[in-house]
Nanobody, 124 residues
Framework: QVQLVESGGELVQAGGSLRLSCAASGRTFSIYTMSWFRQAPGKSREFVAGILWRGIGTSYADSVKGRFTISRDNAKNTVYLQMNSLKPDDTAVYFC?????????????????WGQGTQVTVSS
């Protein structure tokens, strides 16, 4: 089992920045990929960004490229999502997820464990 706990979500004005954190615990040796997803009211969960837990590799949704940056600190078992130039369309619950698959996948079904989510609200 892997436990994931997100933090950092809050209300921010458009154009502002936030950094989300996701701390992993438990069987972290089974993790190969960590990703962030988001889900807005009435919409399906969508991939935001992913990172290889070992090695080098990241992937981003087109909607956040150039604005969001995913990073990791293996010593702390934590993955981060730095979000800049936030827009009202970025408003959603943000989830982190871990996968034992050795590539970054944008499909939620490919992930084994999920956090409880953290709310990000961007006001116009």
């Amino acid at each position: 089992q892997v436990q994931l706990v997100e933090s950092g979500g809050e209300l921010v004005q458009a154009g502002g920045s936030l950094r989300l954190s996701c701390a992993a615990s438990g069987r972290t040796f089974s993790i190969y990929t960590m990703s962030w997803f988001r889900q807005a009211p009435g919409k399906s969960r969508e991939f935001v960004a992913g990172i290889l837990w070992r090695g080098i590799g990241t992937s981003y949704a087109d909607s956040v490229k150039g604005r969001f940056t995913i990073s990791r600190d293996n010593a702390k078992n934590t993955v981060y999502l730095q979000m800049n130039s936030l827009k009202p369309d970025d408003t959603a619950v943000y989830f982190c997820a871990s996968s034992s698959r050795r590539w970054i996948n944008s499909a939620p079904d490919e992930y084994d464990y999920w956090g409880q989510g953290t709310q990000v609200t961007v006001s116009s």
